[in-house]
């Protein structure tokens, strides 16, 4: 089912029907203690949103992530069960425009209970913390363009994220009055963890021999911005956008300029045009997770697959 063009009504008879069968578990959920408060019910629409939904919520909350592991989240398509996930949810965290079918659903059934995290602070250009390819014109930005010339992959910044746990934590408060200072507590906490990840990146890659990241699809602006590293980009914003033969050539010949001695993939989608420039530059290829969601097989969170780029970053930089 396409939800970029489903009509208004069959969203709404799916919701009905959602709240149907979430009656129906209820009612027969005999076992359940009345005197337990009801939990929050957060729709998270992607890994990270989730991370930050479980930490800050707590106990206090049931989180619900529409992307589940393993899969490439940009281009999710939801089934009629998310879409009544997300009609009935107390609260819904996504971030506009970087998955439509989410965006739509939400629109459609949840304008009142949604957070939108890419109102926290302003996006950065997807040019931020790249590299700008003189003469490049449409091959190497075609992708930008037809996103906005917006970068969403802002939780790559640990910083950031932090903003937006603060944000959520008010959300969460507002839906849920009588925890609003736990949420706040959480939050707090978090930040802190946060900054401890900063300072560790910031440390890590201070003194490198290397700047120059050459990565599968441009999802390190932030990381680059925040760190100062320059991020070259083989696709665009989407990795499932296939680049150019005049863009892998520009990109091989930056590689061999910097003297890249690693061209990077990300776990959720297919290496080859990595290893293809790897092989052309007689570079290595190496993971560095964008962390749009978790692989299947990953038993990491947030923090501790962060920790992994870090140290791939200063073996792939030479960093002291």
């Not at 049931?62 to 992307?67: F, I």
């Not at 930040?191 to 390190?220: M, N, P, W, Y």
């Not at 080859?272 to 790897?278: D, L």
Request: charged share 25%.
């Amino acid at each position: 089912m396409n939800l970029r063009s489903a009509p208004r009504a069959l969203a709404a008879v799916t919701a009905l029907l959602a709240l149907g069968g979430t009656a129906a578990c209820s009612s027969g959920d005999a076992g359940a203690d009345p005197q337990q408060p009801k939990r929050v019910d957060v729709v998270a629409a992607f890994y990270p949103l989730q991370f930050l939904a479980q930490r800050i919520g707590g106990d206090a909350v049931t989180v619900t992530n529409l992307a589940k592991p393993g899969a490439e989240p940009h281009d999710l398509e939801l089934n009629p069960g998310q879409v009544g996930q997300v009609a009935e949810a107390d609260l819904v965290v996504y971030l506009k425009g970087f998955q439509p079918a989410v965006d739509e659903a939400v629109a459609q059934n949840a304008g009142d209970r949604a957070f939108d995290v890419a109102t926290v602070q302003p996006l950065l250009t997807a040019a931020a913390g790249g590299h700008d390819h003189e003469g490049e014109g449409e091959a190497g930005h075609a992708e930008e363009e037809e996103a906005g010339g917006l970068d969403p992959h802002l939780w790559l910044d640990p910083t950031r994220l932090a903003t937006v746990g603060d944000k959520l934590a008010e959300r969460l408060g507002k839906a849920d009055p009588d925890h609003a200072a736990d949420y706040t507590a959480r939050a707090t906490t978090l930040r802190g963890d946060l900054a401890k990840l900063d300072t560790e990146f910031a440390a890590g890659l201070k003194t490198c021999q290397r700047r120059e990241i050459v990565v599968s699809h441009a999802a390190f602006g932030y990381l680059a911005d925040r760190y100062q590293l320059e991020q070259v980009g083989i696709a665009g914003l989407s990795p499932e956008n296939e680049p150019s033969p005049k863009r892998l050539a520009e990109v091989a010949e930056e590689a061999r300029e910097h003297k890249a001695t690693t061209i990077f993939f990300e776990t959720l989608v297919s290496p080859k045009v990595a290893e293809t420039i790897a092989t052309e530059v007689g570079a290595k290829t190496a993971v560095l997770d964008p962390l749009e969601g978790l692989s299947s097989d990953n038993g990491g969170d947030y923090l501790s697959v962060m920790r992994t780029n870090l140290a791939t970053l200063r073996t792939a930089l030479s960093c002291s």
